[in-house]
């Protein structure tokens, strides 16, 4: 048994259509945005700051280095004078150490973070992938199935409705008449076969009364 089609609005899935390619659109850009911030992130982290520290830290060792020099020297020299200090060969020794603690405690850091931001990223990836790849590839073909409804919709819906059949008028067909012409003589020739015992029944009492007021045959007397 066929089932009629339950078409309640096509303007439903046309605006569905719509608010689809919208959001299509803006998850497309959201995950753009979040994969260039996430580069920036990496990119700042892993070969900026990385690279920066590490050569703060190259810097600092320099410092130290240069540092030392100075402050052997500055003992040197003290060694044959009482009134020549290290004082600040000394200090200067003391920020540059402080400086290239601060520098390799930076890289320590960085290093510990950098395995901590992959293992974030590569959550994001396996979530956002799926999303990524619908949108890529069979969100085309989503769209061309809602299209094809659409369309099939539409065409039911444009057809006229079925037209009931109309009985067509009776019209006098020669069948007909010759049925009309083959049943007049019955009808006449039963009614002259009604007609004919009223006749004589109302003839035989003035036949009746005609006998009874005539006078008797004379031959039929003398007998």
Not at 11 to 31: P, S
Not at 165 to 179: C, I, Y
């Amino acid at each position: 048994m066929s089932m009629g089609a339950n078409v309640r609005s096509v303007d439903a899935l046309k605006d569905f259509k719509v608010t689809l390619i919208n959001f299509a659109e803006e998850a497309r850009i959201a995950l753009s945005s979040a994969d260039m911030e996430i580069r920036q992130v990496r990119n700042w982290l892993t070969r900026d700051q990385l690279s920066y520290w590490q050569s703060q830290v190259k810097r600092c060792q320099e410092r130290v280095s240069i540092a030392r020099t100075e402050l052997h020297r500055r003992q040197l020299s003290q060694a044959n004078s009482d009134a020549v200090s290290d004082t600040d060969q000394k200090e200067a020794l003391r920020d540059a150490q402080r400086r290239l603690r601060e520098a390799e405690e930076k890289v320590e850091k960085i290093k510990r973070w950098v395995p901590v931001l992959e293992h974030a990223i590569s959550e994001y990836n396996s979530q956002s992938q799926p999303l990524g790849d619908r949108l890529a590839g069979s969100f085309v073909g989503s769209l061309g199935v809602l299209d094809r409804m659409i369309n099939a919709l539409d065409s039911y819906l444009a057809m006229a409705p079925p037209i009931a059949p109309v009985a067509p008028p009776k019209a006098a067909t020669a069948d007909s008449l010759g049925e009309a012409t083959s049943t007049a003589p019955r009808s006449a020739k039963a009614g002259d076969g009604e007609e004919a015992p009223a006749a004589a029944e109302e003839s035989a009492p003035a036949e009746a009364e005609a006998g009874a007021g005539a006078e008797p045959d004379p031959a039929l007397k003398d007998a």
